[in-house]
């Protein structure tokens, strides 16, 4: 049976097929979990990175995990808040949702998901937590792999919205 859980703390340490990053379009590195992910994997991810040509809101891109202990990176990049009638949910839902082909396609049993869009692009949790959980539950119904999708919590207010979505859901 695939499940999902919650796992707190940092996404970097996780033994996981792959691991999810919140990128910013330019996929270069930044702050926040980006900017852990990066320099956890080496200089390698950067300089794999930058043959991409970047990626727009919505869709995500599979590097190596490089010196990660995840096999691979999955660069998507959530939208920025800008009150909800900019196409938001969507673009969000598009980021779990390509995340989550990539690592089908690449037989990936186990990911982890940061909560994306969450931090310095200002998606309420509430809201956010929302989305991804009824977009990883939709997709799970559907596919085989992954088995298990971790939503990997820094901080306690994320691990309770996480936990009030699986609730409700
Ligand atoms: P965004 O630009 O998509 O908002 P951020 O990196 O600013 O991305 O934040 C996304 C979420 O990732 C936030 O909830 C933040 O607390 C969390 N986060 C930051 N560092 C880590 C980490 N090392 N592991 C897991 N989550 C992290």
């Given at each position: 049976?695939?499940?999902?859980?919650?796992?707190?703390?940092?996404?970097?340490?996780?033994?996981?097929?792959?691991?999810?990053?919140?990128?910013?379009?330019?996929?270069?590195?930044?702050?926040?979990?980006?900017?852990?992910?990066?320099?956890?994997?080496?200089?390698?991810?950067?300089?794999?990175?930058?043959?991409?040509?970047?990626?727009?809101?919505?869709?995500?891109?599979?590097?190596?995990?490089?010196?990660?202990?995840?096999?691979?990176?999955?660069?998507?990049?959530?939208?920025?808040?800008?009150?909800?009638?900019?196409?938001?949910?969507?673009?969000?839902?598009?980021?779990?949702?390509?995340?989550?082909?990539?690592?089908?396609?690449?037989?990936?049993?186990?990911?982890?998901?940061p909560a994306i869009?969450c931090g310095?692009?200002?998606?309420?949790l509430?809201?956010a937590a929302?989305?991804a959980?009824?977009?990883?539950?939709?997709?799970?119904?559907?596919?085989?792999?992954?088995?298990?999708?971790?939503?990997?919590c820094?901080?306690?207010?994320v691990?309770?919205?996480?936990?009030?979505?699986?609730?409700?859901?």
């Open positions: 049976m695939p499940e999902i859980r919650i796992e707190e703390g940092d996404i970097t340490r996780l033994d996981v097929d792959a691991i999810v990053n919140a990128a910013n379009s330019t996929l270069l590195g930044g702050g926040g979990v980006d900017g852990a992910i990066h320099r956890a994997a080496g200089p390698q991810l950067k300089a794999h990175c930058a043959g991409l040509g970047g990626c727009p809101t919505g869709e995500a891109r599979i590097t190596p995990g490089f010196n990660l202990p995840a096999r691979y990176v999955i660069h998507t990049v959530g939208p920025v808040w800008r009150g909800g009638n900019d196409n938001e949910p969507d673009l969000l839902e598009s980021c779990y949702r390509q995340s989550l082909g990539l690592a089908a396609e690449h037989d990936c049993r186990s990911v982890a998901f869009s310095v692009y200002g998606y309420p509430e809201q929302a989305v959980v009824s977009t990883v539950q939709h997709f799970l119904q559907s596919h085989e792999q992954p088995a298990t999708v971790l939503l990997c820094f901080g306690d207010a691990a309770s919205a996480y936990r009030q979505a699986l609730e409700a859901g």
